[in-house]
């Protein structure tokens, strides 16, 4: 399970909402203290903070069970699924905080089917699977990453994502040299 702690992924299922609040701030400082470290370099880069710029904070992404997908998806008063590409095999919905706190919440639509998340749930469990950053063009924030940091997207170019978004990931070294997915994203609005 990572730094993610049993009772914070728990807490977001809690009937309080302060309780949910609170579960959540620990799971987003985790994660964006993760990413931090691995992203702080590339907006220190003139175009790619230039491609952030406006774009707002980051969201952390988190891998669960089915079950626990659909406690925290009730406790939260059901908030409406991402739509997410077939080929995906994801449900996922966003959950938002006071603070600019931002999850996305994961799980595999078919128990031991084979797309990334399950896969992610299968190899290392519930926990931190990904930090997202919008930006505002996401193969030229991919060709930047290559050119100037030597980084390589885990796809070739940006591909569909949730709700309409184009996507790439960048599988980097983050705290202490634990590795995290980060997620680029654009959307058309």
């Known amino acids: 399970m990572d730094e ?14 302060a309780g949910r609040a609170r579960a959540a ?5 985790v994660g964006c203290a993760r990413a931090d470290s691995a992203v702080a370099g590339w907006w220190q880069n003139r175009e790619l903070a230039e491609l952030r710029a406006g ?23 059901f ?16 959950l938002y905080f006071p603070n600019g706190i931002a999850l996305d919440v ?13 896969r992610f749930l299968a190899r290392q469990g519930e926990g931190l699977q990904q930090v997202e950053f919008r930006c505002g063009d996401v193969d030229r924030a991919t060709a930047i990453l290559r050119k ?22 960048f599988l980097v070294a983050g705290a202490e040299g634990k590795k995290v997915l980060i997620e680029l994203y654009e959307t058309t609005d």
Do not use: C
């Open 25 to 29: 701030a620990e799971i987003y400082r």
């Open 79 to 94: 908030p409406p699924l991402a739509a997410v590409p077939p080929e995906q095999d994801a449900s996922e919905f966003p």
């Open 106 to 118: 994961l799980t595999t639509r078919e128990p031991g089917a084979g797309g990334a998340i399950a």
């Open 148 to 169: 100037q940091f030597g980084i390589e997207p885990v796809y070739p170019a940006k591909r569909p994502g949730a709700d309409g978004s184009a996507v790439n990931f």
């Open 4 to 17: 993610i702690k049993e009772q914070w992924m728990e807490g977001l299922a809690a009937k309080e909402q």
């Open 55 to 77: 774009h707002g904070a980051a969201t952390v992404g988190l891998a669960v069970s089915p079950a626990r997908f659909a406690r925290i998806r009730e406790a939260n008063g």
